[in-house]
């Protein structure tokens, strides 16, 4: 990203307050979100919960921080199962997470972030196809989701 000539330059996503940030802006969107938000109050996502854990998994990722030892893909499968996750909810949910990641960091982690949040949704598409109901319309995230892994970054 580029940073206007006088602008102050946007920060990485290189402590846990800033990560914290983060999580906290895009759930707000993803709570208001006439896609992703009647995903997650059908699962009735106690927020208070949701964000510290989300800021432990992020911290994880980018940080190396322990604290989040959860298992994130089959965390969905419930969700899935209640309400099936249709391919554009994860063309979505990414556009909501590159666009609050762009509007206030930049830099290396923040690039992370967002390589990582493509490939846990790839995986999530694998997954939640593999235990698709029969019969039923297998899950297409709608960018190359039998593509390789990349490798990460
Ligand atoms: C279609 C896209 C997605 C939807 C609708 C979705 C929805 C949800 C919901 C409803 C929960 C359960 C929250 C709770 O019960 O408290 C959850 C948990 C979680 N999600 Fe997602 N999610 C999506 C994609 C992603 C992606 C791409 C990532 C990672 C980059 C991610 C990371 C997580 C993590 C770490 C948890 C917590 C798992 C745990 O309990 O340990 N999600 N998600």
Known sequence: MTTAPGATPLPDLDTRERIFHLVRDFYRQVAMDDLLGPVFAAAHVDWSAHIPKLTDFWAKQLLGEPGYDGNPLRAHEPVHARRPFAP??????????????????????????????????????????GVHAPGSVPIDAGFTTHAPVPRAS
């Open 88 to 129: 554009e909810l994860f063309a979505r949910w990414l556009e909501l997470f590159e666009s609050t990641v762009d509007e206030r960091f930049a830099g290396p982690l923040a690039d992370r972030a967002k390589s990582r949040a493509r490939r846990m949704a790839r995986a999530l598409a694998l997954l939640l196809d």
